[in-house]
């Protein structure tokens, strides 16, 4: 979870500027400049599945 809430801190600026002014170019921009950010965002269902799990 705590990554999740990282990824989105790192992605805040991208969010603001696709809030104010949503273009594809935007999205593109955000996605090409925070890959892990995006990947950690992309991960984060599995990842809690995969921790209910553990004993």
Do not use: C, I, K
Request: hydrophobic share 60%; aromatic share 6%; no cysteine.
């Amino acid at each position: 979870m705590l990554l999740g809430v990282l990824a989105v801190w790192d992605l805040r600026v991208e969010l603001q500027l696709l809030r104010d002014h949503p273009t594809w170019t935007s999205l593109a921009a955000g996605l090409w400049n925070h890959p892990l950010a995006v990947v950690v965002l992309l991960l984060l269902p599995s990842m809690v599945r995969r921790a209910d799990r553990l004993p």
